[in-house]
């Protein structure tokens, strides 16, 4: 069973900042293209930043400039650094892992780290 681990989330006022994390395993960090979700209450999950197991990143238009993606394989982690932050930021964000097979996909989701943004 892969395991995701998030940490990192908490309250925090409009225009601050949080840095979530996330750890797994080394065949994951290897290989595995890795990103961020994020769901708010009544919604559903959406992609907010992705990223290579060789680097490439990509990001969701609203958290442009504001959110980088970030991971190190060596250490088997994976950053999500978020500045500037607005209340529609709010909500459990999700660490995933995909490896696209030929003919299919290994995916893995962790628990999810809650983070609001209020004053």
């Known amino acids: 069973q892969v395991q995701l681990v998030e940490s990192g989330g908490g309250l925090v006022q409009p225009g601050g900042s949080l840095r979530l994390s996330c750890t797994g395993p080394?065949?994951?960090?290897?290989?595995?293209?890795m990103g961020w979700y994020r769901q708010a209450p009544g919604k559903q999950r959406d992609l907010v930043a992705s990223?290579?197991?060789?680097?490439?990143?990509t990001y969701a238009d609203s958290v442009k400039g504001r959110f980088t993606i970030s991971r190190d394989n060596m250490k088997t982690t994976m950053w999500l650094q978020m500045n500037d932050l607005k209340p529609e930021d709010t909500g459990v964000y999700y660490c995933?892992?995909?490896?696209?097979?030929?003919?299919?996909?290994?995916?893995?989701w962790g628990e999810g780290t809650q983070v609001t943004v209020s004053s």
């Open positions: 080394k065949h994951i960090f290897r290989s595995y293209e």
């Open positions: 995933h892992a995909r490896f696209l097979f030929p003919s299919d996909v290994d995916e893995h």
């Open positions: 990223i290579l197991s060789g680097g490439p990143t």
